[in-house]
């Protein structure tokens, strides 16, 4: 089956992206994923290839709140993803787009994350 043409080129984008984005232990990546209805954002640590922290708009903390808009849902996520990473003591970490645009849903969760006290 044969990927339709907006994610080939998601991919291609993703993949050129990666080549640059690497996450090692002191800073490792932050990797978010944007779907219609949901996001969702790891911290990675490329080096042992191990997921360090993940939060989600299906998590029971935001999934719980009826009525937000998607915007909503991604600050929520940027603060809840901040919030574990510092109890994991992760500070710093580089910022994955996936292939999305800096724009929207993933530029909210980048600058909830920020303004939480994470380092991107």
Same mark, same amino acid.
Not at 90 to 102: A, E, S
């Given at each position: 089956?044969?990927?339709?043409k907006?994610?080939?080129?998601?991919?291609?984008i993703?993949?050129r992206?990666?080549?640059k984005?690497?996450?090692i232990?002191?800073?490792?990546?932050?990797?978010v994923f944007r779907s219609n209805?949901h996001?969702?954002?790891?911290?990675?640590?490329?080096?042992?290839?191990?997921?360090l922290v993940?939060a989600?708009?299906r998590?029971?903390?935001?999934a719980s709140?009826?009525?937000i808009?998607?915007?909503e849902? @991604? /600050?929520?996520? %940027?603060?809840? =993803?901040?919030e574990?990473a510092?109890e994991?003591?992760?500070?710093?970490?580089?910022f994955?787009r996936?292939?999305?645009?800096?724009h929207?849903?993933?530029?909210?969760?980048?600058?909830? @994350? /920020?303004?939480? %006290?994470?380092t =991107?």
């Amino acid at each position: 089956m044969a990927l339709d043409k907006k994610v080939q080129r998601r991919n291609k984008i993703k993949l050129r992206i990666r080549k640059k984005v690497k996450g090692i232990s002191e800073a490792p990546r932050m990797s978010v994923f944007r779907s219609n209805r949901h996001i969702s954002v790891q911290i990675i640590d490329d080096t042992k290839g191990v997921t360090l922290v993940s939060a989600s708009s299906r998590c029971k903390e935001i999934a719980s709140k009826e009525g937000i808009n998607k915007i909503e849902q @991604a /600050r929520l996520v %940027g603060t809840l =993803i901040a919030e574990k990473a510092k109890e994991t003591g992760i500070n710093k970490v580089v910022f994955d787009r996936n292939g999305y645009l800096y724009h929207g849903r993933v530029l909210t969760l980048a600058n909830a @994350a /920020r303004e939480a %006290g994470l380092t =991107i």
